[in-house]
């Protein structure tokens, strides 16, 4: 079964500053999709950015970037220029057909960003 | 753009009621998957649909069902709610059943079994 760690429940970053926010993941195989999705207070879950495993280069969405490190099984997300709405909880998320689950997400547990002014 | 739609977006249940959660998917959306997110949880996956047919099934519990229907909204019906039900319920769709496809999420219902 695939999992997906989040080491860092909580995580405090100044308005206009860059942070990072870490994900890990346990896959044996070698094409499947990452996600980063973003939940704000109102409970809304949002797609932030996703990245093929199969390509090499790391996706970008405006502020929002990542480090795909697929030897390594690292998927971090790097928020630039923090803005207070970037206030939420993020959730890494993967998904690769499974037997029993199809082509649901498996998310992790999540990492609580608070962005201070 | 048209998002998914799900409602009711509140819903207060006694123990051992039945409830129905309703979702309407993003137009030309044809799978379905349902999430459970307990308090302080992340979702977790009930069933999905692709073409009114079941598809695949998570940790849904015997006393929950759900259907696709022609429109491709989908019903999860929940009987004989305990507490342990109160969570937030996400329905997602996505264009095909494939892995290639980003899952959309509605607002979510909020379950309150008292």
């Known amino acids: 079964a695939q999992t997906v760690t989040q080491s860092q429940p909580e995580m405090s970053v100044q308005e206009a500053e860059t942070v990072t926010l870490s994900c890990t993941y346990d896959t044996s195989e070698s094409d499947y999709y990452l996600f980063w999705y973003k939940q704000p207070p109102s409970r809304q879950m949002i797609l932030v950015i996703r990245q093929e495993a199969y390509k090499q280069q790391n996706a970008t969405e405006n502020r929002f970037s990542v480090n795909f490190q697929k030897a390594a099984k690292s998927f971090s997300l790097k928020i630039s220029d923090s803005q207070l709405g970037d206030a939420a909880m993020y959730f890494c998320?993967?998904?690769?057909?499974?037997?029993?689950?199809?082509?649901?997400?498996?998310f992790g547990k999540g990492t609580s960003l608070l962005v201070t002014p | 753009a048209a998002g998914v739609i799900q409602s009711p977006r509140h819903l207060i249940k006694e123990k051992r009621e039945t409830a129905t959660l309703k979702c309407y998917p993003i137009?030309?959306?044809?799978?379905v998957y349902w999430y459970q997110q307990g308090p302080g949880q992340d979702p977790q996956f009930l069933i999905s649909?692709?073409?009114?047919?079941?598809?695949d099934k998570g940790s849904i519990p015997d006393r929950f069902s759900a259907q696709q229907f022609s429109d491709y909204h989908s019903e999860l019906n929940m009987s004989s709610l305990e507490l342990g039900d109160s969570a937030l319920y996400f329905c997602?769709?996505?264009?095909?059943?494939?892995?290639?496809?980003?899952?959309?999420f509605g607002p979510g219902t909020r379950l309150t079994v008292l």
């Open positions: 997602a769709s996505s264009p095909t059943g494939g892995s290639t496809d980003t899952q959309y």
């Open positions: 137009p030309r959306h044809d799978t």
């Open positions: 649909f692709y073409e009114k047919m079941q598809s």
């Open positions: 998320a993967y998904v690769n057909y499974n037997s029993n689950s199809g082509y649901a997400l498996n």
